[in-house]
């Protein structure tokens, strides 16, 4: 089985990781959008990596979906709502047995993902690592983080885990990955929407406490009854916690709101709402906060679903 890592998407996160595997020496190739972005990267060369004041250079070979060759390991470094059209391109593509890591914040797209691809064996991933485009093919890597990846399915280790450590990307390979990603889900749903609602960096909501215990309380409730009741304990006091530790910063909604970028509610609170509604939840302060946001971003002509 080739040892490639082929990385869909040269955004933020698929270019930090493409960057640090290539620099570990190993065999790495960008899969772009269309001939147009294929173009614009050939004539630059690579992808350029900034940690603090060091830029690197790394010349790593790129293809559009269409490209030759089977797949075998893929790195999904979309957006949520790319994932799953991006997979049915590529789905010719994937070798029988092929290994995808899903890289996308939320619940939902790596089911969407799954659904299209049953030959294919899909590793879910949970990222607390930050990094932002500088401009086209520059990424910087913004904050330092943790990786868990995770197969809800198999709990065998993938063969190629030591690639990570090698490449000095810090993961850890978890039975629980769905409790991870549904409490970092949960954490998103009691923070983001409100700092786009009340247009505050995380510490403004120390201003609105008593909304977001009352949030809280129901995304409890809500893990429970979805069977992930260690991803509600103590909801409230890490969300406060977080607010605390990152007060000074604009949420990744609020930035992707104000950038004119859109968000990906669909896999965020919106998963939430489905959820409960699919288990006969009445969650009204979780609903209520849903149909504010989505009018909110409808008035802003930002997609909202
Ligand atoms: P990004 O927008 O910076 O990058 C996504 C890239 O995917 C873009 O370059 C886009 O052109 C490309 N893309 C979309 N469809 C494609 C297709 N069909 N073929 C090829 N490329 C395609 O996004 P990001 O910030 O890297 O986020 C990716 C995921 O990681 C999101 O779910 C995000 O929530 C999550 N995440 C990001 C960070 C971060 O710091 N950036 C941290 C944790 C989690
Ligand atoms: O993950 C975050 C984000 O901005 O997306 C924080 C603010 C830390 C929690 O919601």
Known sequence: MSSTWHILGAGSLGSLWACRLARAGKAVRLILRDAQRLQAYQQVGGLTLHEQDTANHYAIPAETAEGDGPIHRLLVACKAYDAAP?????APRLADGAELVLLQNGLGSQDEVADQVPHARCIFASSTEGAFREDDWQVRFAG?????????LT??????????????IPAEWTVDILTRLWRKLALNCAINPL????E???GGLL?????VTALCDELAELLRRCGQPQAAEDLDEEVQRVILATAAN?????????AGRRTEV???????CRAADRHGLQLPQLERLHRRLVDNLQARGLPSA
Do not use: K
């Open 86 to 90: 991006a997979i049915a391109r590529l």
């Open 144 to 152: 330092h983080g943790f990786n868990w990846l995770g197969d809800p």
């Open 155 to 168: 709990p065998a280790l993938p063969e190629w885990f030591d690639d990570l450590h090698d490449a000095g």
């Open 195 to 198: 700092t786009v609602l009340h």
């Open 200 to 202: 505050c960096r995380n």
């Open 207 to 211: 201003e609105h406490l008593g909304e």
């Open 250 to 258: 604009y949420s990744s909604m609020y930035q992707d709101v104000r």
């Open 266 to 272: 669909h896999y965020l609170l919106g998963h939430a």
